[in-house]
């Protein structure tokens, strides 16, 4: 007997073992999806390219199964951290450990786009790394599905609505604040703080890139390659030859940013050796921008016009887009062409503005909250406003705030919940112990006697 239950113990542990790790993993994976759902509707967007499907879904459609997906995630890893569901949470975390796991090894063997997308732009893993963790997790999910009723419950089943609707709500409104402004927490290169020339450099030292070249070489008819290690003599005539590259080498975090005037003139440097402030009106595609701010934008030129800061708007649209925007909005500041994935990256907002001050990303602004400069303040310096320093929001502060928002709340309802199922317990015990001397009382003649007589 003792044996089995220890059998049980071991078994019981390692099956909470298995749904704590998948559990965090889900969640974390869900959450910083959910912090930029832009981000990975551009990755969907990949995906149906790779496939061969481009076009297939509009950008709204991909923002909503974005959205979708990365709440999904989140509320199947809350639910496995604290056993809510048991049954479907498990058998929903196998289904989407099946279908992922198949598609990761597809872009392992394929490798139509660098790198899936599975943490966001949080942690970056290449795709047999990605392939190779989710087989980790479909293995965990599998051995938790077994057994889903071993799943120690932080919650009682009783108020198990509560974790539910909560974290629905909470995942939703972190994607909706996320889209409506910008991403909460921003993993990106050009993100806040970040000094663009730096983000360019290549440490010295660093690996550097490897290429390797063979030489299809002929001689009486037979035809042969050689490398440059063992390159034949005169007797060979040369053929063909192609260079492959055998390792990428250092690749710096920002390494396509180039500003291109429509004159065709490279003004890259000279924007980031600006050592006063600097707007970056940011569209990737023109056609598709919101127009419903033009007024802001506006006056932000001019505004920057009376400073003598220089402003740029960079789109990756064609001539004929930048002439059609000028003529419907009135714009007079001039336009960089600049690649689309660069533009993407640097905000998800069409059209975003990005300030810079020497080199150094100052601050970031959606199309929905641009900064508004009042006329009496028209005349003054940016050095003069908030908006002109870097904002005392850091990452610590944002973290903090997601703890005070929805995990302190999960503690104390955790806690809140063991405190009343122990009281209940303990009623039950006093009731049954009072129910079984009422009933010892009951079959002993001469304590009934007494009793009565008292």
């Not at 604290?82 to 929903?92: D, E, K, M, T, W």
């Not at 419907?328 to 998800?348: H, N, S």
């Not at 005392?392 to 995990?407: G, Q, T």
Request: charged share 20%; hydrophobic share 45%.
């Amino acid at each position: 007997m003792k044996g089995l239950k220890r059998k049980e113990l071991i078994s019981n542990s390692i099956v909470n073992v298995c749904r704590i790790v998948l559990a965090v993993t889900l969640v974390f994976s869900g959450f910083v999806k959910a912090v930029d759902p832009m981000g990975t509707a551009y990755k969907l967007a990949d995906y149906l390219t790779a496939m061969g499907l481009s076009g297939l879904l509009h950008e709204s459609v991909l923002v909503a199964v974005s959205v979708a997906l990365s709440a999904a995630e989140f509320c199947v890893g809350i639910f496995l951290l604290f056993a809510i569901q048991r049954r479907l949470a498990s058998r929903a975390a196998v289904v989407f450990m099946l279908v992922m796991t198949p598609l990761t090894l597809w872009l392992a063997v394929a490798n139509p786009v660098s790198d899936c997308g599975c943490f966001g732009d949080a942690v970056v893993l290449s795709n047999w790394q990605t392939f190779w963790k989710n087989v980790v997790l479909l293995v965990l999910a599998v051995i938790v599905a077994v057994r889903p009723r071993a799943m120690f419950r932080f919650v009682s089943e009783s108020n198990q609505w509560i974790v539910i609707n909560f974290s629905i709500l909470f995942i939703l409104i972190i994607s909706g604040v996320s889209l409506y402004d910008l991403p909460i927490f921003d993993f990106r290169p050009y993100h806040i703080g970040a000094n663009l020339p730096e983000g360019m450099t290549v440490p010295e030292g660093a690996p550097q890139p490897r290429f390797e070249t063979t030489f299809t070489m002929e001689k009486d008819g037979k035809r042969q390659e050689f490398g440059l290690d063992n390159y034949p003599d005169s007797t060979w005539t040369f053929v063909d030859s192609h260079t492959v590259m055998v390792s990428k080498g250092y690749e710096p975090p920002i390494h396509d940013f180039v500003l291109e005037t429509e004159l065709g003139d490279d003004i890259t440097d000279e924007v980031l050796s600006d050592t006063g402030y600097v707007f970056l009106l940011v569209a990737p595609h023109l056609e598709q921008a919101d127009d419903s701010r033009l007024d802001l934008i506006n006056e932000l030129y001019e505004y920057s016009q009376e400073q003598g800061y220089p402003f740029y708007g960079l789109t990756a649209s064609s001539p004929d887009a930048i002439v059609l925007w000028r003529d419907q909005t009135g714009a007079e500041y001039p336009f960089c062409t600049v690649d689309e994935i660069t533009l993407k990256t640097m905000i998800r907002s069409n059209p975003g503005l990005l300030l810079l001050h020497g080199g150094t990303v100052v601050r970031k602004w959606s199309h929905n909250l641009l900064p508004v400069i009042a006329e009496e303040q028209a005349s003054q310096p940016l050095e003069r406003f908030e908006i002109g320093h870097l904002p005392e929001d850091s990452v610590p502060r944002k973290v903090a705030r997601i703890l005070l928002w929805f995990v302190l709340p999960l503690t104390l309802l955790v806690v809140a919940d063991r405190l009343w199922m122990w009281t209940k317990w303990l009623r039950r015990r006093k009731k049954g112990n009072n129910e079984q001397g009422s009933q010892e009382i009951g079959n002993n003649p001469k304590l009934t006697t007494k009793t009565k007589e008292q």
